[in-house]
């Protein structure tokens, strides 16, 4: 079993509507949780982080943590066909310095005009 | 515009041949990561460096792989011999370094065939 569980989808939604995804993990020691997206043929790029437990709102999206259950959810508002991608939910450990994250398989979001 | 930048984009190469990848960081930052994505496994991390020593390299296979950071501005990734199973798109990323959570930006990828 893998440490960081996503679902691949794909996820297909009209455009406008509210795109949802999760993640959930085993390592209770994960402190910091991203968002990374994904477009086709690219590298992927940060989107959101959060610390700990929590949400943080970045303009249409917003990342929720619940540590308790071992549970990440980003939410996309008023979803475009730009936000089709992969959407891969990243964690690490609190530590000095450097980062080595542990990612999701993503999930795959086509946003249908 | 910084940015990660990676040689080359594509490669397709027979069984046993050796396989360089190359990585240019960002101007300035310390800690370069190696990645490997597949359909299968997803985002694997194999090695990553800071200030030029290796830090980790446990994902690695190591009778095959092998990674180095000849300078500040180089990071390579050599796979000898390669096999089918290698076929992937390798990423390299590079970061700051810092405590806590640290952005890391990813070049676009080599996508290498193992014939």
């Known amino acids: 079993q893998k440490e960081v569980e996503q679902d691949p989808g794909p996820l297909s939604v009209p455009e406008g509507a509210i795109v949802s995804l999760n993640c959930t993990y085993s390592?209770?020691?994960?402190?910091?949780f991203m968002w990374y997206r994904q477009y086709s043929r690219k590298g992927p790029e940060l989107l959101m982080y959060?610390?700990?437990?929590g949400n943080k709102e970045d303009g249409r999206f917003t990342a929720q943590v619940d540590k308790s259950s071992k549970y990440i959810s980003l939410f996309i508002r008023d979803s475009q066909p730009s936000d089709s991608a992969t959407y891969l939910c990243?964690?690490?450990?609190?530590?000095?310095?450097?980062?080595?994250?542990?990612f999701g398989g993503g999930t795959r979001v086509l946003v249908k005009p | 515009d910084a940015r990660v930048t990676q040689t080359p984009r594509h490669k397709v190469t027979e069984m046993g041949q050796e396989v360089t990848m190359r990585c240019q960081p960002i101007?300035?930052?310390?800690?370069v990561f190696w990645y490997r994505q597949t359909m299968m496994q997803g985002l694997e991390l194999l090695a990553y460096f800071r200030n030029r020593a290796p830090l980790d390299d446990s994902g690695m296979p190591k009778d095959r792989f092998s990674a180095e950071m000849p300078d500040a501005t180089l990071a390579t990734l050599k796979i000898q011999p390669s096999e089918p199973r290698d076929s992937a798109v390798y990423f390299c990323a590079s970061g700051l370094g810092l405590a806590g959570t640290d952005t890391q930006y990813f070049g676009p990828g080599t996508r290498l065939t193992v014939l």
């Open positions: 990243a964690m690490s450990l609190i530590k000095a310095a450097g980062n080595k994250l542990t």
């Open positions: 101007l300035g930052h310390n800690t």
């Open positions: 390592n209770s020691a994960f402190q910091y």
């Open positions: 959060t610390y700990s437990s």
